[in-house]
């Protein structure tokens, strides 16, 4: 579905009201099922003059003042602003992608060395680095075999 803004006014209007109804019902359910608390205030300057309130102009604004009287810190812990939320989203993709590009390039050596145990010359065109990468991936491989081996000796003999 693509995103735009409406420009027929009686589909918009059906559009903002619908929306609103299930924003509202959303919030229901988050307070009910989180049992937290929560209010929704929607205001459109093209629609209604009064915004749209959840659960009552009271209820929000007593929530809104009880946040208000938090200290300083504690309600700044409890904000994000759009640019925060997406600074946090990017640094989380960004160290996904690291560990993304960290467990490829593992498996990418892992294919050289059993690719090259089985003859084939693929380690002639690697680079210096790459092929002291395989040398450290197969000292470790062989290091866990020599391992696996003396458990296995351990037991054999218990």
Not at 24 to 38: P, S
């Amino acid at each position: 579905m693509k995103l735009a803004y409406i420009t027929n006014d009686p589909k918009r209007k059906t559009t903002y009201k619908k929306r609103t109804k299930g924003l509202v019902k959303k919030v229901r359910e988050l307070t009910t099922l989180c049992e937290i608390e929560a209010c929704a205030i929607i205001h459109s300057p093209d629609f209604d003059s009064q915004p749209e309130v959840w659960p009552s102009h009271a209820g929000a604004q007593q929530l809104l003042s009880e946040f208000k009287n938090l200290p300083q810190l504690i309600r700044n812990n409890k904000m994000v602003n759009q640019e925060s939320f997406f600074e946090q989203s990017i640094a989380k993709a960004t160290q996904q992608l690291r560990k993304r590009r960290k467990e490829n390039r593992q498996k990418e050596l892992k294919k050289v060395m059993f690719q090259s145990l089985s003859g084939k010359g693929i380690l002639q065109s690697m680079n210096a680095m790459d092929l002291n990468e395989v040398g450290l991936l197969v000292k470790q491989n062989l290091k866990d075999i020599d391992k696996r081996v003396r458990e296995l000796s351990n037991e054999s003999r218990s």
